[in-house]
């Protein structure tokens, strides 16, 4: 009884607190989002719980997601023990976005007024602290005396229990709504599927407890809507299915945002709330009617109200773009993502008929609404901008290519084109053909095999897979499609070192345990380039050799060695792996040349090499060097990428690594570029910004931390889709922070120097840099210099040579010219240099050329002359130009020498080819003589082609193709056979 007096005493004396705190925020007012916000959030931080902020909408470290669809994936590591809690209450506003898997939202977002593909959640947690009583009550304090929502409206639910697990029902929570004051008939008991809330197959589980609201009153449970899921934490499912209570119990509760606010909003007319009534949604209708002219939205909800489906769905699509685009999702990296942007845009230029500009204009009214609370929003905004400004460009373009291949799906492949939209013809098209050459012997299946070709080759989704299949008629099993992905990855990781025995993975026994290979970071810093890495001692553990286990290795044998400790760095990060030396007994050497991790499960660490000296057994004691001047080159390198990265980011308005390779001779990084041209000015700036940070000798930090708390540090880089480690090392290098497991410079000014060597466009938007750091960078930029003092030496002898027209030197200058271009072309050379001395050069190909064109044509222009006077007397003009070098001087200019009155002839031999003109008076033509007629003459013995310029009459004007191959007597037999015939024409 004293315990009962007791309970009733805690309650009234928190519901007395709580009305106190509902006076306090009365200021807020319950239509806003935002205030609804602020009240669920001042609620608990008045009850000491800790708001967090929202962490990004893409988890750094959980590879089952694609995005955060609750609130509680970012404590996920707490409840499974991996990770402590930042405090024992919790808090905060979650953006998440469902558009697959579970929570496949994205294909009826727009039909009702429930379904978003972003939304926030509202949580709170308790990790360890209070338990089901406190948690109910918070709940519906909360509901009941801040929000003010009618207790006769509000329905509980709890878990009724399952007697196949033999788990009881949750009497306590049924109590507990009892004593709140909740009637007996809105205390609902459920089963397994709507009140017990698991994390996956395995893990942290329990009993939830719901809290739904019915407006109308009617219809009971089944007519109200969820407003509040409260989970209790008790057992862990262990990967036999088995539940074991938990020593530590925790409270996840989360409530949609959206949802509470439409329910707030609900007028006596209204039967159920619709998210799209909400201040959040209002402004983007309101600009998109103003923009493109179509009526106001109205609610309607029919399926035949495609205008108000489109407000719906393009005000959706904004918010979950917005949102993703600013916390670093990348379109082209993310195709879900992607396929909801080309989703909006679709809907926007066919709803609406706006072409492009009119998601960016939206994305101002998404952080109007919501930046206030989520900051990154309108820190990040520019970069949104961008990406929808380079996506609605980058629409274009395959619009431009879809309709063309749109055309050839109907010529090729008609019984599916109709079924195939603009956006997906290239790709469908490039499939459909792939698929006609692979299926053989009437084969109707895409096998997993056929389907990752789909995917590598043609950028084929599962999803665009499965509709591809279906109308051309064919089978696909996405789940076959899935094991054989995942297979392929796994092998894409592996090196080529270690594919042995017909491209089997090697393999360790479970009874050797991990390597250990911290003491890959353990070296120090004894003066500028200069770096000492200790040796280590250990034991071998495994050996194998030709894919096999064995015992020993002979002098000559190749192999792999598994040691329980070792100082080599692995292949990862873009970096390779470490080589070096293996020292045993007696001098005995075993070379590495390569280093790799066999698995990530194993964590074994394989030494790849041979015995080059003595022999090595199991169990045998031995001492790791590593190559020095390799490793060095690596950590330069490696160091290098990152300052690179980080000046990139201060000088692109948006950019992101697409890959890095990194070894000890150079870097190559790959990065997306959006709506900038990566000129030479700007690979210059970049190359000044990365030395003044190696001049700056900045001390370069690593820092190991939990990857939960990547999402809180300031300016950080992160690698767009990547998932990290539980624990990461992460490196600060200089104005950005990086996650990276590879081994760094523990000073800028060890780089020495940089220069890119090479920049090239691998795809529409992508940029590849290979850069040479150190001494290799000093010897790049030193033969740089001595090719620009040759050339800008060279200058006065081009100069020379054009001022005296003198056609002797031409081939001289133009190989000397090639020369020089050739020198510039050597892969190490500077970039920046090469493109512009190619500049000078080719102004003083065109100087040379140019001039050359004047001498040739003084000189044809003088021989014509020549000509013209020999045969003044002479009714007739027949002439053979002959032309010095490869330029041309017109026979339409040759021939407008000749008096007008004259019948005339030339021919003329330009780079080994032979053309002809004739030209004749029209009072001179008869049936038997033209322009024409006479020049067939030499046409006929050659076989070659006469015709009139265009628009023109070949009687009067005739021209002869040109033909190659002529010897030079063959044509002064032509000029006699000419002169023949005109000769006896102009007699008669």
Known sequence: TSTRVTEIMYWKSMRLQQKLLSLTLARHHHKSVSAAREQFLDFFRSSDHLVVPSSPVVPFNDPSLTFVNAGMNQFKPVFQGQATAPACR???????????????????????????????????????????????????????????????????????????????????????????????????????????????????????????????????????????????????????????PLTVKHVDTGMGLERLTAI??????????????????????????????RDPYSGDFSSSHTLDWGYRVLADHARMLTVCLADGVFPDQNHKLRNVLRNAQKVSREVFGVDKGLLGELSYKVVETLGEHHTELQRNHHKVLTLLEYEDDNMERILVKGEKYRRKLHEEFPDVAEHIEVQEAFNFYESLKCIEKELIDDSRTIDGVLAYKLYESHGMQKNEIAKLAAISQLEFNPDKFAKYFDNQKTLSKLSTALIQNNSEEITFGGDIPPT??????????TGEEN????????????????????????????????????????????????????????????????????????????????????????????????????????MRNHTATHLLNSVLHDVLPLTCQRSSYVSSEYLKFDFSVFNVDFDNELVKRVEEEVLKLIEQEIEIGREVLSSDHLAHIDNLITLPGEVYPREVSVIDVTRHVEPCCGTHLLNTKDVGNFVVVGVKTPTTGIKSVKCLTGAKA?????????????????????????????????????????????????????????????????????????????????????????????????????????????????LSKAVKMVSKEKPCII???????????AVVPEHLVSPNFSAKIWLDVAASRLGAKTSAPRGQDSSINCNMAGVTNIEEVLISNLLQDVKLFVDKELRN
Not at 784 to 797: H, N, R, W
Not at 805 to 827: F, N, R, T, V, Y
Not at 907 to 917: C, G, Y
């Open 907 to 917: 021919f003329s031999k330009v780079k080994e080819e032979l053309k002809a003109k």
């Open 90 to 244: 919790v808090a905060n506003s979650q953006k998440c976005v469902r558009v697959g898997g579970k929570h496949n939202d994205l294909s009826v977002v727009g039909t009702d007024g429930t379904h978003l593909t972003m939304f926030e959640m509202l949580g709170s947690w308790s990790f360890g602290d209070y338990w089901k009583q406190e948690a109910c009550q918070k709940a519906w304090e909360l509901l009941t005396e801040v929000y003010r929502l009618d207790r006769e409206k509000l329905w509980v639910t709890y878990f009724g229990g399952c007697e196949e697990l033999g788990l009881e029902v949750d009497l306590e929570t049924k109590e507990v709504w009892r004593t709140l004051g909740v009637p007996e008939d809105r205390i609902v008991p459920l089963g397994m599927e709507d009140n017990f809330w698991e994390m996956g197959l395995s893990g942290p589980c329990g009993p939830c407890t719901e809290i739904h609201y019915n407006h109308t009153g009617e219809g009971g449970l089944g007519g109200a809507t969820e407003v509040w899921n409260i989970v209790f934490m008790q057992f862990d499912r262990r990967a036999g299915g088995d539940l074991v």
């Open 516 to 525: 250990d290979d911290h003491h890959k970071y353990e070296f120090e810093r």
């Open 264 to 293: 707030l909003n609900m007028d006596t007319s209204s039967t159920t709330p619709s998210l799209y009534t909400t201040d959040v949604f209002l402004p983007l209708f309101t600009h998109m009617a103003s923009v493109s002219g």
């Open 531 to 634: 770096y000492q890495f200790p040796q280590l001692k250990t034991e071998i553990l495994g050996m194998k050799t030709n894919g096999s286990d064995c015992i020993s290795l002979k002098e000559g044998e190749k192999g792999v060695l598994v040691t329980g400790e070792t100082s080599f760095y692995s292949e990862a990060g873009g970096q390779v792996g470490d080589r070096g030396a293996v020292l045993g007994h007696g001098g005995s050497l075993f070379r590495v040349e390569d280093t790799q991790k066999l698995s990530s499960k194993s964590g074994h660490i394989a030494h790849i090499g041979f015995v080059e000296t003595g022999e090595f057994s199991v169990n045998d004691e031995v001492a790791l060097d590593i190559d020095v001047d390799h490793r060095f080159g690596c």
């Open 778 to 890: 000093l010897d790049s930029r030193q033969m740089g210099m001595e090719v620009l003092e040759e050339i800008l030496d060279f200058q006065s002898t081009v100069e020379s040579f054009c001022d005296e027209l003198s056609a002797g030197k031409e081939k001289e200058i133009l190989l000397k010219i090639d020369q020089m271009q050739k020198k510039i072309s050597h892969p190490d050379f500077p970039y920046t240099v090469a493109v512009d001395l190619n500049l000078v050069l080719d102004q003083y190909r065109r100087k040379v050329k140019v001039s050359q064109r004047a001498v040739q044509k003084g000189a044809a222009s003088e021989q014509m002359k020549v000509a013209v006077a020999e045969q003044i007397d002479s009714p007739y003009f027949c002439h053979y130009l002959s032309l010095p070098g490869s330029e041309k001087f017109t």
